[in-house]
């Protein structure tokens, strides 16, 4: 596993709040437990409290010093739904609509985000990736200078050196088929979030083209979006279309992309679409014995993050490091 030792004592040094909207989640309460026991990380847990309670004591997790929150019975929920109605006033949002909607727990969490209450949020333990999302999306909405919720996955497994190899993937779960300026927004969100795990980011926009081997309007898109990020951001090694080979192997690249400085040593990979992004992930996760983390969600005005429904604690505990560091 991943080690995550320079993002935990960062949040050491500025602790953060984390919303778990499946507060009475066995895998949950494990991660919470195990977060609390190492003090850097402080769990809002939803659910009814005597559920909760109950939950992590026939599973003998430590649960004290989590925070739990009732939908049901909330100090401030007027003042959520008074919120709730602004922010949806243009969708004929009222408070009678509200109050059923804010008694769900994916949107009553993803409200605590909007009021200041926690810094970021963990679901999907239960629910789905769009109600994950959905809440997300009208309620945290995207950052001003971004059109998109995108996401990135981040691989790792041990190198030779003893030191662990890590790469990013996008987009591997959200955008279906993304234009051209879509897939620079999602290269320069990705970019910053390998950099959160010590990544010096060399992008390759991927294709089954390198440098005009084929012809397509897949492999123009490629082409297009290629020099778009490079124009937006030129510090950063870009380059494309590549196939994967290419972007990876130093032979291949001398014979293929003579002259790049990034063929041969990719370690950021854009994906011309989600077919080839979420196969590719799976592939090396499986196949390459890589970990992987994420989705991580993109592009938002703070941290929502979505679990995989088959997820175990270990992932939970992961994930809310993640999801944490990008507070």
Do not use: W
Request: aromatic fraction near 8%; charge should be negative; charged fraction near 20%.
């Amino acid at each position: 596993m991943y080690g995550f030792g320079d993002m935990i004592q960062k949040l050491k040094a500025n602790p953060k709040t984390i919303v778990f909207p499946e507060g009475s989640d066995p895998r949950i309460l494990e991660a919470a437990s195990r977060l609390l026991a190492g003090n850097f990380l402080k769990p809002i847990l939803l659910g009814n409290p005597d559920e909760i309670n109950k939950s992590a004591e026939d599973a003998g997790y430590n649960i004290r010093g989590a925070q739990i929150i009732d939908p049901e019975n909330f100090d401030k929920f007027d003042e959520m739904v008074d919120m709730f109605c602004e922010l949806r006033k243009s969708k004929g949002m009222t408070p009678e609509k509200a109050i059923p909607i804010l008694k769900q727990t994916n949107y009553f969490g993803t409200m605590l985000v909007k009021m200041g209450l926690g810094d970021c949020l963990l679901g999907g333990a239960t629910y789905s990736t769009a109600d994950t999302v959905r809440p997300a999306l009208q309620i945290i909405k995207t950052k001003p200078e971004n059109t998109i919720v995108s996401s990135c996955f981040i691989l790792v497994r041990p190198s030779a050196t003893g030191e662990n190899e890590v790469i990013a993937m996008a987009d591997c779960g959200i955008n279906i088929n993304p234009n051209e300026d879509e897939l620079v927004e999602i290269c320069g969100e990705t970019v910053s979030c390998a950099q959160r795990f010590g990544v010096d980011p060399k992008v390759a926009f991927l294709s089954f083209s390198t440098k005009g081997s084929a012809k397509d309007d897949t492999v123009t898109k490629m082409q297009n979006a290629t020099k778009k990020a490079q124009e937006r951001y030129p510090e950063i090694p870009i380059d494309g279309e590549l196939q994967f080979d290419a972007a990876v192997s130093p032979r291949v690249a001398k014979q293929k992309a003579p002259g790049s400085k990034v063929a041969g040593h990719a370690n950021t990979f854009i994906f011309p679409d989600i077919n080839a992004g979420n196969l590719g992930y799976k592939i090396a996760q499986r196949m390459g014995n890589f970990e992987a983390y994420g989705p991580i969600l993109l592009g938002l005005n703070a941290p929502i993050n979505d679990l995989s429904r088959g997820c175990n604690a270990l992932e939970v505990y992961s994930m809310s490091i993640i999801t944490a560091s990008l507070a």
